[in-house]
């Protein structure tokens, strides 16, 4: 179990009057986030959990619990990696499997928000902007324009946020990261093609997340004839970095381009000229070969709309837990999706 103390403030003019200790939780495929809030809706006691190490999320919740000396919680919101469509929850990329109702009884809550993580992201926007972004390329944001925040880690998340009549930002749920790949040039074909030997449907997920980028690595040693090294993620991006390998930094490079094409369909979809934010496992770890690798390129690369892309702003999330930050967020606006 590791620990972080890094915390960041949820703005009150944002988020409303907070209440007492909250419960917060980002739950990924590979890790799950826990921490509780203060009345300000700061998040502290962070701790991150292998989501491997335990049965289902009640067993993780719980061992949280007692290792930051088992707090009176009665309001609790999980931000989890899967739509959010009733109350029995089952994670796309994991093997957990919960019903939001008994999980509420079994911890004893008086208030349970699940939603999902991309939907705490996108509440955490507002909370970043000014603090914890750093811009990627050119660009301003129309003010109350709508964004997106997208993000590559075990899956490929989106998720939307827009000003409501009443001048309230509101959130929009998404699955977009399932959307079919689409290649834009006749070696994005090929590798198309190479996919399809381990997928039958190849979304953009496939290829723009943590396992994608080894399946894109794969593709291009078999482009070049040469045998492919069992490599996951961080593999490939250590041996870019160290510049050890060219198949692992042309991977990179593909990736990023990828990912650039992929946020520019959903800023096209979204009309987000209010800017693109991008957080997520995999963009962590790049470093300065992100800005190297041709993401940008690959956003404005969209013909007649090159000058619609252009000048919105892309930014990468340098808070280190936003979906906590968002959930924080969320509850101190009241119930959104209460069970």
Partial sequence: MSTSSATASVSRSETGPARDVHLVADVGGTNARFALTD???????????KSAHFPDLQAALEAYLQHVGNPEVK??????????????????????????????AALRLERLEVVNDFVALAWSVPVLEGRWLRQIGPGRAVPDAPRVIIGPGTGLGVGGLVRAPGGEWQTVASEGGHTSFSPTS?????????????????????LVSGPGLALLYRALCHLQGEPALDLEAAAIVAQAQGGTDARCREAVQLFCRLLGSFAANVALTYGSTGGVY????????????????????????????????????????TAPYPALLGMAALLARGSTHQT
Wanted: proline share 4%; with cysteine.
């Fill in 39 to 49: 009345a300000a809706g700061e998040p502290a006691s962070i701790e991150v959990l």
């Fill in 75 to 104: 309001v609790a919101g999980i931000a989890i990696a899967t739509p959010i469509t009733g109350d029995r929850v089952s994670m796309t990329n994991h093997d957990w499997s919960f019903s939001i109702k008994a999980l509420k």
């Fill in 186 to 206: 006749e070696f994005e074909t090929r590798v198309l093609q190479y996919c399809w030997r381990e997928h039958s449907h190849v979304s953009f997920e496939r």
């Fill in 278 to 317: 991008l957080s997520g496992g995999v963009l962590e770890h790049l470093g300065s070969l992100f800005d190297e690798a041709g993401f940008r390129a690959g956003f404005e690369a969209k013909g007649r709309f090159a000058t619609y892309l252009a000048p919105i702003p892309t930014s990468l999330v």
